[in-house]
T-cell receptor, first 114, second 113 residues
């Protein structure tokens, strides 16, 4: 069974600085999708970025980028120029291409300090 | 506007009662999911469905039941057999195929009183 691990329950970053959130996963599949979701205090889940496992190039969305290391089964999220609005819970998620199940990590709470 | 609607936003239940949480989507998505969120435990999958009239148990299905009679709807019933039902429940849907990220509703907070 696939698992997703986020080892940092909480992180802090100064406004305008850069922070990296870690995620590792375990799977025997070769093809899958990985996601980072943001959950602000409203509790609405918002997609931040996605990565297809067959793509070697790391995904980027504006200030958000990932470091995808397939062999190491690592999928970290880098947030550049952090803003107060980035403060939220961040969840790493894995989707099997076979079962279409989404498996989530336990989340990292990000605090942004003014 | 396309999206996923969960209702109600807050729900109170007496011990021993069954309660049904509603989830409707107008995104024409094939797959739908129910997750439970507890502090420190992330999102745990309760049930999921890839097609009408078919669904599969997730990791924590005990004490819950679902139906998928229409593509747009995937209601979740929390039965009296669920020992600790107080939690935040999230419904999601997705396409089956490439770029199939999950889209989420706004959630239902269930409290047992």
């Amino acid at each position: 069974a696939q698992t997703v691990t986020q080892s940092q329950p909480e992180m802090s970053v100064q406004e305008a600085e850069t922070v990296t959130l870690s995620c590792t996963y375990d799977t025997s599949e070769s093809d899958y999708y990985l996601f980072w979701y943001k959950q602000p205090p409203s509790r609405q889940m918002i997609l931040v970025i996605r990565q297809e496992a067959y793509k070697q190039q790391n995904a980027t969305e504006n200030r958000f980028s990932v470091n995808f290391q397939k062999a190491a089964k690592s999928f970290s999220l880098k947030i550049s120029d952090s803003q107060l609005g980035d403060a939220a819970m961040y969840f790493c998620a894995y989707r099997s291409t076979g079962t279409y199940k989404y498996i989530f990590g336990t989340g990292t709470r990000l605090k942004v300090l003014a | 506007d396309g999206g996923i609607t969960q209702s109600p936003k807050y729900l109170f239940r007496k011990e021993g009662q069954n309660v049904t949480l509603s989830c409707e989507q107008n995104l024409n998505h094939d797959a739908m999911y129910w997750y439970r969120q507890d502090p420190g435990q992330g999102l745990r999958l309760i049930y999921y469905s890839q097609i009408v009239n078919d669904f599969q148990k997730g990791d924590i299905a005990e004490g819950y039941s679902v139906s998928r009679e229409k593509k747009e709807s995937f209601p979740l019933t929390v039965t009296s057999a669920q020992k600790n039902p107080t939690a935040f429940y999230l419904c999601a849907s997705s396409i089956i195929g490439m770029y199939g990220e999950a889209f989420f509703g706004q959630g239902t907070r269930l409290t047992v009183v």
